[in-house]
């Protein structure tokens, strides 16, 4: 059995629960997959690389309805952005795994652990939404954090760069902002979400952490500055500009420098 091979499978599935479902097998069995030095061929039509299913409906990130929590519609809405962000996370660790060649056998299986715990996060999402009369693919939905995978995909120091330690590591910063307005609401659908939210914030600090890692490993390897690179890239794939608050305390968990904080805060 060989890991990168089967990661593309599983990121070409479309229906959510098989795709989560599959991603979770395949994290809990891969040390005892082989991996290949080379990737495997992608299929043959672009559109099926991610699967995704029918629903949601995809809009601009403009045009997706406002996710207030002071309604039982809008914290639905809410919790279905984020299973959504989820869904999307296992499909850029599945991407990670099979995409990029030349990594050593902790890169691949690091981010099988990702894929795993992302897929636990959107099942636990998409049941708290079931639970309150909904269900994932109800609302529209954009497609950002896919986007910057595909104009990364021939660059492993970019991807790594712009997508775990940059729009993932947004999430760091939302997550307490978001837990604060549910707990203000204080519904017992709400608080529940809080505490999904905790699970989710503790397990993405990690995640942020394996991106930084391994941005860092490669810059070393390439022999350029990680700080200084990173202002580069952003510039050079039009990353978003991130915006304060920033959770710095969750940042400096995830391996951000004194340095790299003080960059953010002047962008």
Not at 12 to 18: I, M, N, T, V
Not at 35 to 42: E, L, N, R
Not at 116 to 143: I, M, V
Not at 148 to 163: F, N, P, S, Y
Request: aromatic letters at 8%; proline letters at 6%; a neutral charge.
């Amino acid at each position: 059995m060989e890991l990168r091979h089967r990661a593309l499978q599983v990121l070409c599935l479309a229906d959510p629960e098989q795709k989560a479902a599959a991603a979770l097998d395949l994290h809990a069995q891969a040390a005892i997959f082989s991996i290949a030095k080379k990737a495997p061929s992608p299929p043959s039509d672009a559109s099926a690389l991610p699967g995704r299913p029918e629903r949601p409906s995809l809009l601009r990130h403009t045009d997706v309805a406002r996710r207030s929590p002071a309604t039982a519609q809008g914290r639905a809405i809410l919790i279905h952005a984020i299973a959504h962000i989820e869904f999307n996370a296992i499909n850029l660790a599945l991407d990670a795994v099979w995409r990029f060649d030349g990594m050593p056998r902790d890169y691949y299986t690091d981010w099988m652990l990702v894929a795993g715990e992302e897929a636990r996060h959107f099942r636990l999402l998409r049941d708290h939404l079931r639970s309150q009369g909904h269900d994932y693919g109800d609302f529209p939905a954009h497609q950002g954090l896919w986007t910057m995978c595909e104009k990364t995909q021939h660059d492993i120091l970019a991807r790594m760069a712009l997508v775990p330690r940059t729009l993932e590591a947004r999430g760091l910063d939302a997550t307490p902002q978001i837990q604060a307005k549910l707990r203000q609401v204080g519904t017992p659908d709400a608080l529940a979400a809080v505490d999904i939210l905790d699970i989710i914030l503790r397990d993405e600090v990690g995640h942020v952490a394996i991106g930084n890692h391994w941005y860092r490993w490669l810059c070393e390897r390439q022999g350029v500055d990680p700080e200084a690179h990173y202002g580069t890239l952003v510039k050079l794939y039009e990353a978003p500009r991130l915006k304060p608050p920033f959770n710095e305390t969750a940042r400096r968990k995830a391996g951000f420098t004194d340095n790299e904080l003080r960059w953010l805060q002047q962008i």
